[in-house]
């Protein structure tokens, strides 16, 4: 049996417990806020500092239950134990279960708003961020400041004004992951697309890359494997992601 420290975001807890639940080695999980997003560069420091921590012996390979999520996880360096990431965009990818799947989704409708239990229900003050939507995001804490001063109406109206940002959305999509009872968020996703004119889809999502990786199976195309001494950098390529000697590694 194998040992395996799992590093990942909050947006994913329930989906990553349920898979290190079932999968056939022993997961140590770790949650990082999933408000780091919103800043890569502490994001980074964070996981490098958690990478440096787990000491000689202590597992046998450390998993970053991330994609690249900006730039967070490019430049993360392996010192003496191995680390094995998806190669994907962001959680996005996590939550549709394939690389193949997201770019379909993107090339359809690349302006997404996405929602899903495990993200919603942790988000701070109660937001409707979603994912993958930061700026729209400010604008939710915008208009929810605008209706607590001046009322519903005058908030819509407001928003309105300033409505130039929408022109980049036509979609929500809720994402059912099969685990708990999201029908609050799902029904948030909905108003959220009827206010702004958008289309509304419910998709099922696939936990199939999680369990692959916190299961052990890594096939080459669809996870990186990174050797100690050796850093993370992004790919010109569809593999998005690949592997270089580290200048520095620490030791």
Not at 15 to 34: F, W
Not at 41 to 53: F, P
Not at 183 to 212: I, N, P, S, T, V
């Amino acid at each position: 049996m194998k040992r395996y420290v799992a590093l990942t975001c909050e947006a994913l807890a329930r989906c990553v417990y349920a898979a290190a639940a079932a999968a056939p080695h022993t997961v140590s999980v770790q949650l990082y806020r999933q408000g780091l997003h919103n800043t890569p560069k502490k994001l980074h420091v964070s996981l490098q500092d958690a990478i440096d921590m787990v000491q000689p012996g202590e597992c046998d390979a450390i998993l970053l239950v991330y994609g690249m999520c900006g730039t967070s996880t490019l430049g993360l360096t392996a010192r003496h134990t191995p680390l094995v990431i998806p190669r994907a965009h962001d959680c996005i990818t996590l939550y549709l279960g394939s690389h193949q799947r997201y770019r379909q989704e993107f090339d359809a409708h690349p302006g997404t708003y996405w929602y899903s239990l495990d993200y919603m229900e942790r988000n701070e003050d109660g937001s409707r961020v979603a994912l993958g939507a930061a700026n729209l995001g400010m604008m939710d804490a915008v208009y929810e400041e605008y209706v607590a001063k001046y009322g519903q109406d005058n908030a819509d109206y407001l928003m309105e004004v300033m409505g130039e940002w929408r022109t980049h959305y036509d979609r929500a999509v809720y994402i059912d992951m099969g685990l708990g009872n999201g029908h609050e968020y799902e029904q948030m996703a909905q108003e959220q697309a009827q206010r702004y004119g958008w289309l509304f889809e419910r998709k099922q999502g696939d936990r199939r890359l999680l369990e692959m990786l916190l299961g052990g199976d890594w096939p080459e195309d669809v996870f990186l494997l990174v050797p100690p001494g050796h850093t993370i950098r992004q790919a010109g390529d569809d593999g998005l992601i690949r592997v270089e000697i580290a200048e520095n590694n620490g030791e």
